[in-house]
């Protein structure tokens, strides 16, 4: 299931567009990641709204599923979220559930929690008060599996 900007995926020109975009710094989202074992930890920070910066989480996010099906995102400076960027969580989690893995979310701003609250989307998320507890309950969830 696909939600968001594109509903049949982004096409090279899309992925290009946004490629660009983020080369010249313009995103309002910037996104870094690190290998905690064998979890990935991606930092946002910034706003993810309709817009490139939905584009680009999903498409960065999805390649991380091919290096590892354990994702957490660490959204502790993500400062505003709109309808979109909530989507792109929500595709973002079907993509992984998809192929046998998971997203979990980490550090969430008030906001953030807010907009999970009012939307029941805190019913679907694994959500943690911090990124190492997030990694730690994948590695608790594979040593009881």
Request: net charge neutral; charged share 20%; aromatic share 6%.
């Amino acid at each position: 299931m696909t939600i968001g900007l594109f509903s049949q995926g982004p096409t090279d020109s899309h992925i290009r567009a946004v490629a660009r975009l983020w080369r010249e710094g313009v995103m309002a989202l910037n996104i870094t990641d690190n290998r905690i074992g064998g979890v990935i930890v991606v930092h946002l920070s910034g706003a993810i709204f309709f817009d490139e910066e939905s584009t680009f989480l999903r498409v960065h996010v999805k390649d991380l599923l091919d290096k590892s099906h354990q994702i957490v995102l660490d959204l502790g400076n993500v400062t505003r979220i709109d309808s979109s960027g909530l989507g792109t969580l929500v595709a973002l989690y079907a993509s992984a559930r998809k192929v046998g893995g998971d997203i979990r979310l980490a550090n969430l701003g008030n906001h953030i929690k807010e907009a999970l609250r009012i939307t029941r989307l805190v019913t679907v998320f694994d959500i943690f008060d911090s990124t190492e507890d997030a990694v730690a309950s994948f590695n608790r969830a594979t040593a009881t599996g």
